[in-house]
């Protein structure tokens, strides 16, 4: 072998090499970028939660010193039957709240399991 083929079989190694090294640093910053996308939409989706958990505690915390006020009210006026009305009424719609919430929760674990 003459020393141009050597030259040209070096120089085309060379360049599969660099073709290669290429693919290779195209790759890892592909797989970065999608780690990044992944880590912003799971703080996104943090922050929602929170959001929505705030929002529902606040609501809650409402009701609660609604039906207090209601009930001081009404032992004050001495009308037990309302209060107790009401408290099937409210009770009824935290159980139904509640089995809706869970329902939601269970699809959303089933959902997340199924995209795995």
């Not at 079989?9 to 970065?32: C, N, Y």
């Not at 409402?62 to 309302?82: C, H, P, Q, R």
């Amino acid at each position: 072998m003459s020393t141009d083929e050597e030259s040209i079989l070096h120089e085309s190694e060379d360049s599969r090499t660099q073709i290669r090294l290429a693919a290779i640093e195209f790759e890892r910053q592909k797989a970065k970028d999608i780690v990044s996308a992944h880590e912003r939409d799971r703080r996104d989706e943090r922050a929602h939660r929170k959001s929505s958990e705030t929002k529902s505690f606040v609501v809650i915390l409402s009701l609660i010193f609604s039906v207090m006020g209601f009930s001081t009210y009404a032992l004050s006026t001495g009308e037990k039957e309302i209060i107790t009305d009401a408290m099937k009424v409210l009770t009824g719609g935290l159980a139904g709240y509640g089995i809706g919430r869970l329902r939601k929760h269970a699809a959303g674990n089933e959902a997340n399991n199924a995209s795995d």
